[in-house]
């Protein structure tokens, strides 16, 4: 081989030379794809996916693909295969890894810079060809792999007239499992990759689920009900707790700010920290696996958003008309913070000990300020209370600091405690830090008396993710019942004016 011919990927693609790629597999999930989240982006095929998704470039070794360009014509700009295919069609020339092949070589034939090599898992041959196209191109690349479910229960898509080839189940399903062990492999070199790969499904590492990612790639027209309920007096604050469940991803904030406020939140909170002074060296070298690296450190800091993401933030929310303040965890976060000029703040109760730095904040800070009290005490109530003397606002969140919180130990009864100290101190807001599964412990916060309900959300089940047991799904409509739970609860507990409804007719 005279080495690889990127002209004709970039060829390919043309015009979508920015946007992001997606591999195409045949499992089921594809089906539940909606074409609007596949709109610009770079689509690779695998085998003969193209009867699903047409794309732009297709990558096979198997003789039945040639037997079905007999019947259908190829779509796709180019192929990158080892196959003589027909004359006219663009023929990227690969080498196929036979059986006979050592298949635990095949990270060192991913990297070989003189040819592409076509594996038998199909995924590893079609990322490949995307690690090519981002190296042509000089930028690192998103990759989506759609519809590789790696699960033969619920079978093949429905474009697809036959996915076993011939083949018996178990031998299908062997080879789809060592697909997947193989690209388990695979995305442990992320360092030596030059694009970033996003499983789309059910899997333990999947980055969305297929409702997620339509909701991130095509979200519909913004509903007017918030607006609508904007005006209604009395109602709880209702705040969506996104924290770092963004994972760095402005695309993916993005959606699930628009999300919250579809689904009938008042506010959005992320968080900022500075991740190399809050955490010890320690901790930040220990082992944890996620898509950024294999340390605790890598994760954090891929978590951590930018001053241009906040940016973009804050002129997104007011776009579309919800608010949003954060967590801040050290001093050089709080200046950052505030020079958004938030109408809130939130300290959490992850630094409820680090006081020096409270009061600092307490010295400084005129607004709102949201306090959670979990693992915290009355000696940090009155703490509060006393040092935050400025604040036109404290909300007192009652909050127990486990994952997820057991209903008997959520203390919803401090709420009241809370309310009878606003009587005292009307800049107190009793309200509630949800942790608990559910939505019945912030229902029971709303007839305790609270008028902040906070809750984590979530863009897809991402099983190495902070909260994930806890937090509700803003793709599923997890979120919205949730919000709709608290609202019934508002209705149902009403006003503490004792009044004669017009539903009352017992008297004779």
């Not at 009878?420 to 800049?427: G, N």
Request: aromatic residues 10%; proline residues 4%.
């Amino acid at each position: 081989m005279s080495g690889i011919d990127r002209q004709k990927l970039l060829a390919a693609v043309g015009a979508k030379s920015g946007c992001d790629i997606a591999i195409i597999g045949k499992g089921k999930s594809i089906d539940h794809i909606v074409p609007a989240a596949l709109e610009g982006l770079i689509i690779i095929n695998a085998n003969d996916s193209e009867s699903i998704v047409p794309g732009d470039i297709g990558v096979f070794h198997h003789g039945w693909v040639l037997d079905r360009f007999e019947v259908v014509a190829p779509r796709c700009r180019v192929y990158v295969t080892d196959r003589e295919m027909p004359k006219g069609v663009d023929v990227i020339p690969a080498r196929y890894a036979s059986p006979s092949e050592d298949s635990n070589l095949f990270i060192s034939r991913f990297f070989d810079p003189t040819t592409i090599w076509i594996e038998q898992a199909a995924v590893i041959s079609c990322l490949r060809v995307a690690n090519e196209l981002a190296l042509a191109l000089g930028r690192r690349k998103r990759v989506y792999l759609l519809g590789f479910d790696f699960d033969l229960e619920n079978g093949f898509s429905s474009h697809v007239e036959n996915g076993f080839h011939g083949a018996d189940d178990a031998y299908v399903e062997r080879m789809i499992k060592r697909q997947e062990v193989f690209l388990m492999r695979l995305m442990e070199e992320r360092d030596n990759l030059f694009i970033d790969i996003a499983h789309i499904g059910k899997r333990p590492y999947s980055t969305l689920t297929v409702e997620a990612f339509n909701a991130l790639r095509s979200p519909g027209p913004l509903s007017t009900v918030r607006s609508k309920r904007a005006d209604v007096t009395g109602q709880a604050t209702i705040v969506a707790e996104i924290t770092t469940n963004h994972f760095g991803d402005r695309d993916r904030l993005l959606a699930m700010i628009r999300l919250a406020k579809e689904s009938g939140a008042d506010y959005v909170k992320l968080q900022k920290r500075d991740v190399d002074t809050f955490y010890d060296a320690a901790t930040l070298a220990k082992p944890y696996r996620s898509p950024f690296g294999k340390t605790y450190g890598d994760y954090r800091r891929a978590l951590e958003l930018s001053c241009e993401d906040f940016e973009v933030v804050d002129e997104y929310c007011k776009k579309i008309g919800i608010a949003w303040f954060a967590s801040v965890l050290d001093e050089s976060s709080y200046e950052f913070i505030k020079s958004f000029n938030p109408s809130l703040i939130k300290l959490p109760s992850t630094i409820s000990e680090k006081k020096s730095f409270l009061a600092r904040v307490a010295e400084d800070w005129c607004g709102g300020v949201v306090i959670s009290t979990g693992m915290t005490d009355v000696e940090y109530e009155r703490f509060i209370i006393s040092r935050f003397s400025k604040a036109d606002r404290i909300y007192l969140l009652q909050c127990t600091s486990a994952y997820p919180a057991p209903e008997n130990e959520t203390g919803i009864g401090v709420i009241r405690h809370y309310r009878d100290l606003a009587k005292i101190d009307p800049r107190i807001i009793p309200g509630y830090s949800s942790h608990d599964m559910g939505s019945l412990c912030s229902q029971l916060a709303i007839a305790a008396g609270a008028r902040m309900i906070e809750k984590h959300v979530k863009l897809g089940s991402v099983k190495w993710a902070h909260f994930d047991e806890v937090a509700l799904d803003l793709a599923t409509g997890e979120f919205a019942s949730f919000v709709a739970d608290v609202r019934r609860a508002e209705r149902i507990a009403g006003c503490e004016d004792k009044i004669i409804f017009q539903s009352e007719h017992h008297k004779y």
